[in-house]
Every structure is written in C-alpha cells, then in structure tokens.
Nanobody
Framework: QLQLVESGGGLVQPGGSLRLSCAAS????????VGWFRQAPGKEREGVSS????????NYADSVKGRFTISRDNAKNTVYLQMNSLKPEDTAVYYC?????????WGQGIQVTVSS
C-alpha cells in the first residue's frame, strides 16, 4: 500500500521551531517531487515548499522564505520541513504531497499550532 505519513507537528510558541517529517511506505520516494501544503481553518490549501526528486531544486512560498527549509533523505525514504521562527499565521494542518508523472499521493495531514 502506497502511503505517506506525517509526523512532528504539535503546539509551539511564537518564535519556536518544529520539524515535520514525511515518511513513505510502499514506494521509493526518491522518484518523486515532494511538497508540503497547509490549510488553515476557513482558508484554501496552499503550497508551502517543494523539493525535486534529487533534491537539487527547492521552492518556497514567500510567506515562509528564510524561515522554513525543506530537505530529503532518500536513504530513509523521508522528506523533512524544518520550520523556524514560527508565527501564529503558520497555524494550519500540514500535508505532505508526492508526485511523479500522473501519480499523486497525499498524507493524512498533521496539525501545527503556533500560540502563546
């Protein structure tokens, strides 16, 4: 069964850090471009960051540039999102997304809450 599982979310104070992980099972993630999306209550899902299959190309939403870093460890079949200097507006459910050609996979999502 092809599956993406996110972990590492939770509650953090403004200015704090979290590292999200997206672990794949049933597939070799190194073939896929992997991205992180988020959806806040009452808002549309938006792209946060993405990384190419080889890891040589990364992209970030303007709202997270300089604060978030995406990386991948293909040996561990895992992609990470390091989130620093978190703000209350980063509060959302974060989803891992993997795509190769017409194959698209989504994780179940994980809650990140930034609040004092």
């Amino acid at each position: 069964q092809l599956q993406l599982v996110e972990s590492g979310g939770g509650l953090v104070q403004p200015g704090g850090s979290l590292r999200l992980s997206c672990a794949a099972s049933g597939l070799s993630l190194d073939m896929y471009t992997v991205g992180w999306f988020r959806q806040a209550p009452g808002k549309e899902r938006e792209g946060v960051s993405s990384i190419s299959s080889a890891g040589g190309s990364t992209n970030y939403a303007d709202s997270v540039k300089g604060r978030f870093t995406i990386s991948r460890d293909n040996a561990k079949n895992t992609v990470y999102l390091q989130m620093n200097s978190l703000k209350p507006e980063d509060t959302a459910v974060y989803y891992c997304h993997a795509q190769v050609l017409i194959t698209i996979l989504w994780g179940q999502g994980i809650q990140v809450t930034v609040s004092s």
